[in-house]
C-alpha cells in the first residue's frame, strides 16, 4: 500500500463527518436518510432496487448527483464509493492485522476502552451457532 493510497483512508477518516452531515442537511426535506457515513446512501440505493422500488432509487440517485454537482465535483461521484471502500479495508489489513485472541483476551480482561462495546464486539467477533435441524425434515 503506498503512501497516496493510505493518504486517502486518512481522508476519509478525518474529513468524512463534514461530508456526511452536508449530505444529510441536503436531504432533510426528502425521505432518505439520515445516514452515518456516505457508503450507506449508495448501498440505499442498491436495497431499493433490489425491493423493486426503482423510483425510489432513481430519486435518491439523482439527489446524490445533485449533492455531488452541488459540492463542486462530479454527478457521479457516489458511483466511486465501492472503489474507496475497497481501499480502506485494503488499508485496514495491511495497517492493522487483526488478532482475534488478543482482541477477546482484552474483552474477557476487561479493557475500560472496549468495556462499553464488549457486546457489540462479541457479536461481530463470535461465530455463529450452527443451524438448527429444520423441524419435521425427513
Same mark, same amino acid.
Given at each position: 500500500?503506498?503512501?497516496?493510497?493510505?493518504?486517502?483512508?486518512?481522508?476519509?477518516?478525518?474529513?468524512?463527518?463534514?461530508?456526511?452531515?452536508?449530505?444529510?442537511?441536503?436531504?432533510?426535506? $426528502?425521505?432518505?436518510?439520515?445516514?452515518? $457515513?456516505?457508503?450507506?446512501?449508495v448501498r440505499e440505493v442498491q436495497r431499493l432496487r433490489k425491493k423493486g422500488k426503482g423510483d425510489k432509487a432513481d430519486m435518491l440517485k439523482a439527489l446524490l448527483q445533485q449533492f455531488a454537482k452541488s459540492r463542486g465535483v462530479g454527478k457521479d461521484a457516489f458511483e466511486e464509493l465501492p472503489a474507496l471502500m475497497a481501499l480502506m479495508r485494503e488499508r485496514n489489513a495491511y495497517a492493522h492485522?487483526?488478532?482475534?485472541?488478543?482482541?477477546?483476551?482484552?474483552?474477557?480482561k476487561g479493557n475500560s476502552?472496549?468495556?462499553?462495546?464488549?457486546?457489540?464486539?462479541?457479536?461481530?467477533?463470535k461465530p455463529p451457532p450452527p443451524a438448527k435441524p429444520a423441524e419435521g425434515g425427513n
Open positions: 500500500m503506498n503512501k497516496a493510497k493510505l493518504c486517502v483512508v486518512d481522508a476519509v477518516y478525518q474529513k468524512e463527518g463534514p461530508s456526511v452531515n452536508a449530505l444529510n442537511a441536503f436531504l432533510d426535506k $426528502h425521505p432518505f436518510g439520515p445516514y452515518d $457515513h456516505l457508503s450507506e446512501a492485522p487483526y488478532d482475534e485472541k488478543y482482541l477477546v483476551s482484552e474483552i474477557k476502552d472496549l468495556s462499553s462495546i464488549s457486546n457489540v464486539l462479541m457479536l461481530i467477533i
